[in-house]
């Protein structure tokens, strides 16, 4: 089973390709730096439960749905 991290990392990514968006785009909406989103997309940012929920927020999506399979 994937990890928190990867699922999460996928999901964000999925979506934010889903609105055609670039990292830089969701960055803009969610109040967060383009190398933090491009940080988490590659699993190599310990990511806080608020930048999740900005996230989450910016994409239109509920928290827990970012870290479903």
């Given at each position: ?20 968006w670039s990292q ?22 310990n990511i806080s ?19 479903l399979p």
């Amino acid at each position: 089973m994937p990890k928190a991290r990867e699922l999460l990392a996928i999901n964000i990514v999925r979506l934010r390709r889903e609105k055609g968006w670039s990292q830089e785009d969701l960055a803009l909406e969610a109040g967060l730096h383009r190398t933090f989103v491009a940080h988490v997309e590659r699993q190599v940012r310990n990511i806080s439960i608020d930048n999740i929920e900005r996230l989450a927020n910016a994409l239109q999506v509920s928290i827990h749905s970012l870290l479903l399979p």
